[in-house]
């Protein structure tokens, strides 16, 4: 992923340097439990724990030469270990359980890492929606006016929507961090088990019950469909930030420095890029999810199609969901609310806004539904085309409201300030 929508805490885990880090990590760890079965000398495995992680420039050398990264790896990683001992490294295992296992390991440490970022959106998105319970605003249906609601109502939907992604997320980091070391097609043959459940246990991994020489891709496939779904969620509250901030409407808009500038061209613009770039790379996700659906299926035990897909779609999506959801949260954070212009925006409506609750009263009262539902019907269309204001034309035709107002719509929305409370009590 480029810079520009990358983070050091992320990205980094996604480096050359550290994925053969990862690798000296499970070879040192594999090398432990063989010492510990008797496999290997103990002075052997003193001069592998010696030995440092390879350079990505000295693994690339031998790679030019190879034609094989993990081999290249091996090479490189042994220039630092005796020859004696070097014979021992490696020992029984097959390619992928290095390979396997380590991103198993990183896989784990990027949830986490996007876990914090997404727990942090939720409660963002929870505090601010507490801060703005009573902040009335017009509600929308197919992008016209419906009732009134408050904007700390829409926000708790958002927080809502966020902890589904965490507890989607959470599942999936489950399934994703597992390892295998199994050999060559994933019966054992040449390893014994131990190593295996070794390696694992010291790296927190779950182990693949019946592997095959790789760790079973839909894992990968289910972490991806969470992470798309989370940058859909974030989409969601980017794309209502969009639409308040309309020129028209106003009553959000981004928070800026005092530097800003909208537009080249037009001095007057503040334009609400943020939460545009945020749509944009829910699309990237959208898209890495469908990509590592087709990585499910292999050719019999294993075949390589999936390893250039990964290298690039895995990192990248990580990478992108993580700088998505912190921009998000540091997006809600700031996010300059007006509620008087939200307010005046169900004032202009001359009532229209309320129409509901005077059908509810009719109907209360006794008249037939057709008559009620026409009869309101045709006082709004009057009021839409400016004649008078909606109780106004209602009473012209001897039809008497109740008290109208947005507080009427209001009267159990504790019920759902209750549930956000719980929420809150989560914490970050």
């Known amino acids: 992923m480029i810079s520009r929508y990358s983070l050091p805490e992320m990205a980094d885990l996604w480096t050359d340097q550290a994925r053969y880090a990862t690798w000296t990590k499970v070879e040192v760890l594999a090398s432990q439990a063989q010492a510990t079965l008797g496999r290997i000398p103990e002075s052997a495995l003193a001069d592998i724990r010696r030995a440092k992680v390879p350079s990505a420039e000295r693994v690339a050398e031998f790679e030019r030469e190879r034609d094989h990264e993990i081999l290249s790896f091996l090479a490189a990683f042994c220039e630092d270990v005796p020859d004696d001992s070097a014979r021992w490294v490696h020992l029984g295992m097959t390619s992928y359980d290095l390979v396997d296992t380590a991103l198993g390991y990183t896989l784990a440490r990027a949830c986490d890492v996007l876990l914090r970022a997404a727990r942090r959106l939720r409660g963002v998105l929870a505090d601010k929606a507490a801060g703005h319970w009573d902040t009335v605003c017009i509600g929308r249906t197919h992008g016209m006016h419906a009732e009134p609601t408050t904007f700390g109502h829409k926000l708790a939907g958002f927080a809502f ?74 989409e ?78 895995v990192p990248d999506a990580m990478i992108v969901a993580h700088y998505q959801t ?47 539902y026409r009869a309101v019907q045709a006082a709004a269309n009057g009021a839409l085309s400016g004649a008078a204001d909606l109780e106004t034309l209602l009473r012209a035709e001897g039809i008497e409201t109740g008290p109208l107002g947005p507080e009427r719509f209001l009267v159990h929305h504790d019920v759902i300030l209750k549930r956000l409370d719980a929420l809150r009590d989560m914490g970050d």
């Open 161 to 234: 929507a966020i902890d589904r992604s965490v507890r989607r997320l959470e599942a999936a980091r489950t399934e994703v961090a597992v390892g295998t070391i199994s050999g060559s097609v994933g019966t054992y043959a040449l390893i014994d088990p131990f190593v295996e459940e070794y390696v694992c246990a010291e790296l927190g991994l779950g182990v693949e019950p019946a592997p095959s020489q790789v760790v079973a891709r839909d894992r990968h496939a289910q972490l991806l469909q969470a992470v798309a779904a989370l940058g859909a969620c974030v």
């Open 236 to 313: 969601q509250i980017a794309t209502e930030v969009r639409l308040l901030s309309r020129s028209e409407v106003r009553e959000v808009e981004e928070s800026r420095t005092a530097g800003y500038q909208g537009s080249s061209a037009m001095p007057h613009k503040r334009n609400p890029t943020t939460s545009e770039r945020l749509v944009g790379l829910a699309r990237l996700l959208r898209g890495h999810a469908g990509t590592m659906l087709e990585n499910v299926a292999l050719w019999h035990e294993r075949d390589l199609s999936h390893s250039s897909v990964e290298r690039v779609v």
């Open 326 to 372: 912190t921009a998000a949260a540091d997006l809600v954070a700031a996010l300059e609310v007006f509620p008087d212009r939200m307010r005046a925006a169900i004032d202009r409506t001359g009532g229209l806004a309320f129409s509901s609750a005077v059908l509810a009263d009719l109907l209360e009262s006794g008249t037939e539904r057709e008559r009620a």
